[in-house]
């Protein structure tokens, strides 16, 4: 019996964060703000591991087996192939504020210092010659809000005629020389590799890079239109009743929306969702006109069949 309480007291402070490609170093800091609250409330130490990759692999690696207790996604319908699978429970989102997403960012783009061919707005990025760096969008949430931001755009500047749209997103296309499977990987042809004219990834990311690369060569452009990026959270639940450790998960992703956290969040250049804390850093992040993704595209499950199902619009034009 003493030896079932004691594997029972290691597995239930034990726990896998299955989380998107570029949330390493964010959830490094957090993991160790919140590992002293569990200390400090239960006198017990955490072990939090991590895994990532694009927000589409982990949902389906979660389905396919990996025994993660909670997701970090960064993709709405990502989550909702969990709940389809019955991994994660179907009211997620009403279980945590803001619809279950702490803090949110916006795609921007990533230019060479000084902006050399001068891409300040989506019809820029389609200029002769030009070269877009991003990621799959099969495997990454991050490259499906970037190319529903250039349709969304086209969509907007065409009056609403989406053959119009569909030849801009065209030639968008045409001007990504590779995809890569994550957005980290996409970071890393761009950034380090020095390929490309402009990489789209969303803010967070881009300050990462400023700061890793320096100031003097790269630029961060936010258009005037631009895709909100969210990052929902939810318990995997047959995880955490098999390791006995929902207390631990709740309270993992309950200390996300804490204050310490949002600020932390802050830190890696998210957008707060948190009123108070967002209010402190109103400065530092630039005004922009966000896409709704329901008005535009009638929503998540939409975007999903549209866009990138089989069939949609993105397999359909990538391989013309």
Known sequence: ????????????????NASYDLSREFYRDVNAAFAGVWRQRTGNEPEIEQSHAGSSVQARA?????????????????????????????????RFPYHASPYRSVIVFVVR???????????????????????????????????????????????????AAETFLQEFCRRVPTLDTGSRGATTT??????GDVLLTYEAEAGL???RFG??????????????????????????QEHHN????????????????????????????DPAVAAQYQGKYPSAELIDVDQAFGGWGAVRQMFFADDGLFHRIWNR
């Open 62 to 94: 979660i389905i396919d087996g990996l025994e993660a207790d909670v997701v970090t996604l960064n993709q709405v319908t990502d989550i909702d192939v969990l709940v389809r699978a019955r991994r994660v429970a179907p009211d997620w989102a009403t």
């Open 113 to 163: 210092a000084g902006n050399p061919k001068s891409l300040r707005n989506w019809n820029d990025l389609v200029k002769p010659g030009t070269e877009i760096i991003v990621a799959d969008p099969k495997t990454s949430g991050t490259a499906r809000y970037a190319f529903l931001g250039a349709y969304g755009y086209a969509l907007r500047a065409s009056g609403g005629d989406q053959k």
């Open 209 to 211: 890079i400023r700061s």
């Open 246 to 273: 929902r207390e631990l998960a709740q309270a993992y992703l309950d200390f996300l929306f804490s204050t310490e956290a949002q600020q932390i969040a802050a830190r890696f250049y998210y957008r707060p969702n």
């Open 190 to 195: 761009f950034a380090a590799h020095g390929t």
């Open 1 to 16: 019996m003493a030896f079932a309480v004691a594997a029972f007291s290691v597995q239930a402070d034990t726990l896998l």
């Open 215 to 240: 100031s003097d060569q790269i630029d961060v452009v936010v258009p005037p239109l631009t895709m909100p990026v969210d990052f929902p959270v939810a318990l995997v639940e047959p995880a955490v």
